[in-house]
């Protein structure tokens, strides 16, 4: 039960004449998800950390506060008696409020007051170290599907990297949280985990997600994972090193590839088309990479005829797939095809889900399917890196999973889809009639191609000038060919209002590279 420090009639109630300092000193952010009462504890926490409150320092009492700032007294109160509770101030009865003696942090004494400092001295400088000669296995220059900075501000963002407002299940997902830090329910998610997983929602992935793919398995061979590309980081430093083969779609998954890239492995590239990989093309490898639901750009589809073939040669070659089930749910019409997994009876399709992609990239959960005795090795290993992911949000989601909400999420996601893949079909056709694309079955993109002029690399650079962002295609590639004429239009992280100004906006981009190259275009439709 809450203690009641602060008595209002207790608080001095003067004139303050420094009013106009406490409305600076307290000014609230424009956080408007957050109670008024919130947003002030933390600008008076903030000043007290910050040192521009110091121990035993008097604020204004809970009226003055209150007019200085234009807020109802009681709000001040609250937050008042709230940083009581917690140890930044204290009530005196009949004084006021203080900032409490031990509330400020320690401040770090300078440096000339350190007696273990080496002293500087003319041509003594202390040399940093040489990062660049130290960093053995530098990321820094790996094509990757990288943003601009701002780049929420951009009105057309043809881009993958954000939650959409108009999609996202608020109000669902914040009762599964709500419900996970219920007392009942904190034994268990608080235990320290160390290698397993929270149960129900390695239950809720074995018994609701799973055999929706054809896919059944144990619990020993299901391991949960910071979202895929936590997976592909695993399985590279567990699988891979400089003489492993491993085949790759060409174009593809930019993320996997520079995952796998960290322990060099000798890549393979292997041809797309209409029917997704070309099996057929495939030279000797010991791994191969494929995204066989909706291939990762193009959207394409791996035929059932293909799948087959490819696990046969899987077994008289002897090698391993990695099936990475992109967008697996994300179906607009039809029967979904079986997953890679679930044609599997050798146990060498090592499976890859994610949790996360269709709420919001930033939830970050995933999974890997396989033998228990990898899974076992790979439990160990993300030990290492990461002992395990967030056990509070995989308690969340496995509620989320329980009570249906991920199902309805799914189908108002794919109702949604097909209507913004209906507008951007008309805007391109409209406004871009030389531009080739095929419609997907599923997913959350199009894969487009400009005349053979065009570089897509180019086009981006003069589309964010029109405040359109697009995902230029020689990032999917591990050979990008120049000029290279496609690109990809996510349809995830724009409205669907906006897409056809989006479009136009882009039309506008490429007539102007056009002029710059010398092409002759007709002129773009307004």
């Known amino acids: ?44 926490v903030q000043a007290i ?28 109160t609250a937050a008042y008696e709230q940083l009581v509770e917690e140890g930044f101030l204290e009530a ?16 770090a004494a300078p440096a000339e007051a350190n007696p273990f400092a080496p002293e500087a001295t003319a041509g003594n400088t202390p040399r940093p170290p040489d990062w660049r000669a130290r960093v053995l296995r530098s990321q820094r220059d790996r094509p990757t ?19 959409d407002p108009e999609l996202f299940p608020t109000d669902d997902f914040r009762e599964c949280c709500l419900r996970s830090l219920a007392r009942v329910q904190l034994p268990h998610w ?18 609701r997600l799973l055999p929706k793919r054809g896919v059944y398995a144990l619990a020993d061979e299901i391991l949960i994972t910071v979202g895929s590309q936590h997976a592909f980081y695993l399985l ?7 003489r492993t083969r491993v085949g790759f779609e060409e174009p593809g998954h930019p993320h996997a590839r520079n995952s796998f890239r960290v322990r060099d492995p000798r890549f393979v590239n ?26 990762s750009p193009t959207t394409r589809t791996l035929s059932l005829e293909r799948r087959q073939w490819l696990l046969r040669k899987a077994e008289l070659q002897d090698f391993v797939i990695v099936e990475d089930d992109y967008e697996a749910e994300n179906l607009y019409a039809g029967m979904p095809m079986p997953a890679l997994k679930s044609l599997d009876t050798g146990g060498r399709v090592i499976y890859i889900g994610s949790l996360s992609k269709s709420l919001s990239p930033a939830l970050r959960l995933g999974y890997i399917v396989a033998s228990r005795e990898l899974i076992a090795e790979l439990r160990v290993l993300r030990h290492a890196m990461v002992r395990h992911p967030s056990a509070f949000l995989q308690h969340a989601y496995a509620l989320f999973l329980s009570l249906g909400h991920h199902e309805s999420h799914a189908r108002r996601v794919n109702q949604i889809m097909q209507e913004r893949l209906a507008r951007v079909a008309q805007a391109l056709r409209q406004y871009l009639p030389d531009f080739r694309f095929t419609p997907p079955q599923g997913g959350a993109s199009v894969w487009v191609e400009g005349p053979d002029w065009l570089d897509s690399a180019e086009l981006a650079d003069v589309a964010r000038g029109h405040g359109v962002l697009i995902e230029a295609g020689r990032v999917f590639y591990d050979q990008p060919p120049y000029p290279c004429p496609q690109f990809r239009l996510r349809l995830s992280s724009i409205s669907g209002a906006q897409i056809e100004a989006g479009v136009r ?22």
């Open 236 to 242: 590279a430093e567990a699988l891979f090193d400089a």
């Open 505 to 526: 906006a882009l039309a506008l981009a490429v007539h102007e590279l056009a002029a710059a190259r010398g092409v002759r275009r007709a002129a773009p439709v307004h």
């Open 49 to 76: 950390l910050d040192g521009r409150l110091g121990a035993g320092t008097p604020l204004p009492s809970s009226r003055d506060l209150a007019q200085a700032l234009s807020l109802s007294r009681n709000t001040v």
């Open 190 to 207: 608080t235990p320290d985990f160390e290698q397993v997983d929270v149960d129900d929602l390695v239950t809720q992935i074995r018994q």
């Open 1 to 44: 039960m809450r203690t009641h420090f602060l008595d209002p009639s207790a608080m001095p109630a003067t004139d303050d004449p420094n009013r106009p300092l406490w409305a600076r000193l307290f000014r609230l952010p424009e956080q408007p998800g957050l109670p008024i009462q919130v947003r002030l504890r933390a600008v008076i």
């Open 270 to 295: 292997i041809a797309v088309d209409d029917d997704g990989l070309v099996v057929d093309a495939m030279p000797q490898v010991d791994y191969v990479f494929v995204t066989p639901s909706h291939q």
């Open 145 to 163: 599907l990288a943003k601009p900075e701002r780049w929420h501000d951009y009105p057309y963002q043809f881009v993958y990297g954000t939650y």
């Open 92 to 107: 005196r009865p009949r004084r006021g409020v203080f900032v409490a003696a031990d509330a400020s942090p320690l401040q």
